[in-house]
């Protein structure tokens, strides 16, 4: 069966699923967006696509970006980057601040919100304008250059930001933020608001599925070692503290965000992302990951 017959299978069966979760409010911008859509966008690195749904839509990529700037920081800093922030799932809300302050200012891991904080720190201290470095690296994987901010996103995002700055504050009394912090938050809260669809983010996470090279330049953006080492990270640590249940279930690397958008990708074949509103109680499109879930069982293909 095609790709594109399976997708449109799984998108007609997974109706049932809307209702039963809640679509980001904590800003007004994600709080008006309608739930009950859903985008589904398939990718393979020999050139096959298959696509359902609102699968041009543009929404929130959210924490998603945090996937982009870490792999812009492991490639500057290699393995010094792992003296900053660590490598273990948190098993606690991606915004927690009490784990923080247990381990002296050094985030778990890049995914949670401290560890993204101190990914960013490495881009300011890196680039003279590094939210345009950000946006360039995904307009150039995505293959389209009018990608861009949402402001109205990231301006609702530092006005409402007050976890953020208390983890950026905290950073820096550890010494582990080395910029100005409303440098790093201004960066961090930018990258969050970037809005892209389904289509463009299956194809700007295709390079992970190709270990760290850019599939349609042939760069080598990570080396291969770096791309495993970044795979392994979204394995365990990218879907927040449910990152065991979304291996469990679906058996692929990949990254959420709260805009309710999903990418992951099968190292080697492909990438694909999924975007539907509602959330669960961890942050992680509800029909997103059974989508995902169904992806993996009817293809029969998952990374074990
Ligand atoms: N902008 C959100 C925050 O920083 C992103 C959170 C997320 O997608 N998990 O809290």
């Given at each position: 069966?095609?790709?594109?017959?399976?997708?449109?299978?799984?998108?007609?069966?997974?109706?049932?699923?809307?209702?039963?979760?809640?679509?980001?409010?904590?800003?007004?911008?994600?709080?008006?967006?309608?739930?009950?859509?859903?985008?589904?966008a398939l990718q393979t690195l020999d050139g096959?696509?298959?696509?359902?749904?609102?699968?041009?839509?543009?929404?929130?990529i959210?924490?998603i970006s945090k996937t982009f700037t870490l792999a812009l920081a492991f490639a500057?800093?290699?393995?010094?980057?792992?003296?900053?922030?660590?490598?273990?799932?948190?098993?606690?809300?991606?915004?927690?601040?009490?784990?923080?302050?247990?381990?002296?200012?050094?985030?778990?891991?890049?995914?949670?919100?401290?560890?993204?904080?101190?990914?960013?720190?490495?881009?300011?201290?890196?680039?003279?304008?590094?939210?345009?470095v950000i946006?360039n690296l995904i307009r150039s994987l995505a293959g389209s250059?009018?990608i861009?901010?949402?402001?109205?996103?990231?301006?609702?995002?530092?006005?409402?930001?007050?976890?953020?700055?208390?983890?950026?504050?905290?950073?820096?009394?550890?010494?582990?933020?080395?910029?100005?912090?409303?440098?790093?938050?201004?960066?961090?809260?930018?990258?969050?608001?970037?809005?892209m669809?389904?289509r463009e983010l299956s194809r700007a996470f295709l390079f992970l599925a190709n270990h760290g090279v850019h599939p349609y330049t042939g760069e080598a953006m990570l080396t291969r070692s770096q791309a495993k080492r970044l795979n392994a990270i979204l394995?365990?640590?990218g879907?927040?503290?449910?990152?065991?249940?979304?291996?469990?279930?679906?058996?692929m690397p990949g990254k959420?965000?709260?805009?309710?958008?999903?990418a992951a990708f099968i190292p080697g074949e492909l990438a694909v992302a999924?975007?539907?509103?509602?959330?669960?109680?961890?942050?992680?499109?509800?029909?997103?990951?059974?989508?995902?879930?169904?992806?993996?069982?009817?293809?029969?293909?998952?990374?074990?």
């Amino acid at each position: 069966m095609s790709h594109q017959h399976i997708i449109e299978g799984i998108y007609s069966d997974v109706q049932p699923f809307f209702g039963r979760g809640k679509v980001a409010d904590y800003i007004p911008a994600l709080a008006r967006v309608r739930p009950d859509q859903l985008g589904i966008a398939l990718q393979t690195l020999d050139g096959q696509t298959a696509v359902a749904g609102d699968s041009e839509i543009r929404f929130s990529i959210q924490s998603i970006s945090k996937t982009f700037t870490l792999a812009l920081a492991f490639a500057l800093e290699g393995n010094d980057l792992w003296k900053r922030v660590g490598v273990e799932p948190s098993g606690n809300p991606f915004n927690s601040l009490v784990q923080l302050e247990f381990e002296n200012g050094k985030p778990r891991n890049p995914f949670i919100n401290a560890g993204a904080l101190v990914v960013t720190d490495v881009l300011c201290r890196h680039y003279d304008d590094p939210k345009s470095v950000i946006l360039n690296l995904i307009r150039s994987l995505a293959g389209s250059d009018d990608i861009s901010f949402d402001e109205e996103v990231a301006a609702s995002e530092k006005a409402t930001g007050f976890r953020n700055q208390s983890l950026a504050w905290f950073l820096k009394s550890c010494g582990n933020l080395h910029s100005d912090v409303d440098t790093v938050l201004d960066v961090y809260f930018h990258q969050c608001s970037i809005a892209m669809n389904c289509r463009e983010l299956s194809r700007a996470f295709l390079f992970l599925a190709n270990h760290g090279v850019h599939p349609y330049t042939g760069e080598a953006m990570l080396t291969r070692s770096q791309a495993k080492r970044l795979n392994a990270i979204l394995l365990t640590c990218g879907f927040y503290d449910q990152a065991g249940e979304f291996a469990f279930r679906v058996g692929m690397p990949g990254k959420s965000g709260v805009g309710g958008g999903v990418a992951a990708f099968i190292p080697g074949e492909l990438a694909v992302a999924v975007w539907s509103p509602e959330l669960n109680e961890h942050g992680n499109s509800v029909v997103g990951m059974q989508v995902l879930e169904w992806f993996t069982t009817r293809t029969g293909r998952s990374i074990f």
